[in-house]
């Protein structure tokens, strides 16, 4: 079956870094757009990044430009999170997402992670 596992979450002083991993089974990876959600608390979920099937182009929401990247590993069924310089305001549940046509919208994402809990607080 279907599973898309995340890790690499915690918590980290503003400033700080940390890098999410999603490790992919059981459907054809390196046919399908990756890309990561986020959940803060109260809120929806909302898009934070995207990368295309061979990794050669990505798009991010603007709050994130600059900070974060995504990259992917089609060898290893792997797709990662690089978060720099990070913010109370990244505080979420960040949310691992697979689609043959995925953008911004949670609409396109046809498999979930689980979720990993990202922390910025002093």
């Known amino acids: 079956q279907v599973q898309l596992v995340e890790s690499g979450g915690g918590l980290v002083q503003p400033g700080g870094s940390l890098r999410l991993s999603c490790k992919a089974s059981?459907?054809?990876?390196?046919?399908?757009?990756m890309g990561w959600f986020r959940q803060a608390p109260g809120k929806e979920r909302e898009f934070v990044a995207v990368i295309s099937i061979r990794g050669w182009s990505a798009d991010y929401e603007d709050s994130v430009k600059g900070r974060f990247t995504i990259a992917r590993e089609n060898a290893v069924n792997t797709v990662y999170l690089q978060m720099n310089n990070l913010k109370p305001e990244d505080t979420a549940v960040y949310y691992c997402?697979?689609?043959?046509?995925?953008?911004?919208?949670?609409?396109?994402?046809?498999?979930w992670g689980q979720g990993t809990q990202v922390t910025v607080s002093s």
């Open positions: 997402a697979a689609g043959t046509a995925l953008q911004r919208s949670t609409a396109t994402v046809l498999y």
């Open positions: 059981g459907f054809p990876f390196s046919s399908y757009y």
